[in-house]
């Protein structure tokens, strides 16, 4: 039996939602066994639920905890995955969109379904966009560039 994977998203964000989305249930838990997932992994969003990111299969992938969530003792970083998504948020409440976005997922020849590591890139109107790559796990190697806030001018 094959196990389909998600390889790449490509999209347009325009708004933010206030509405959460989970994957609770059976089917998600088999389908995160099929996936290959590793004990410190947890049912990552490949697009996030405030940006409309569906319940749907191609959208969840083994994250491990450290990219998908906030805990700084396993990376110098609050949150890998949250750069990404801050960066998207920060440009859409500033009116810059669309904030076009690819996400490249990438799996090793002897990992199974679990992602190894994600590619990110996005544009958005009036910046140099956001450029991130980094490793599936909780020492991997992270990498981001995008454009940085210029420090605002105290008053005397």
């Known amino acids: ?16 939602s206030d509405k959460r989305t989970d994957f ?8 995160m066994a099929e996936m290959d997932r590793e004990a410190d992994d947890e049912r990552g969003h490949v697009v996030a639920s405030v940006f409309g990111g569906p319940i749907e299969q191609w959208n969840m992938v083994p994250m491990h905890r450290s990219v998908n ?3 700084t003792a396993q990376s110098s970083l609050l949150n890998r995955w ?5 960066w998207s948020r920060d440009q859409v409440k500033k009116g810059n969109v669309p904030v076009r976005f690819t996400i490249r ?3 090793g020849p002897l990992n199974g379904c679990r992602p190894i590591g994600f590619d990110i ?3 958005a109107k009036g910046t ?6 980094f490793d599936n796990g909780p020492y991997g190697s992270f990498a981001v560039s995008s454009q940085p806030s210029r420090p605002k001018k105290k008053k005397p």
Do not use: C, H, M
Not at 24 to 31: H, L, Y
């Open 1 to 16: 039996k094959s196990t389909p994977v998600t390889v790449q998203v490509t999209g347009d964000l325009y708004a933010d």
């Open 24 to 31: 609770k249930g059976t089917k998600w838990a088999n389908r």
């Open 69 to 71: 969530r906030r805990i």
């Open 82 to 86: 949250d750069e990404f998504e801050k």
């Open 105 to 107: 997922i990438r799996y």
């Open 121 to 123: 890139s996005a544009t």
């Open 128 to 133: 140099s966009g956001f450029q991130g790559s």
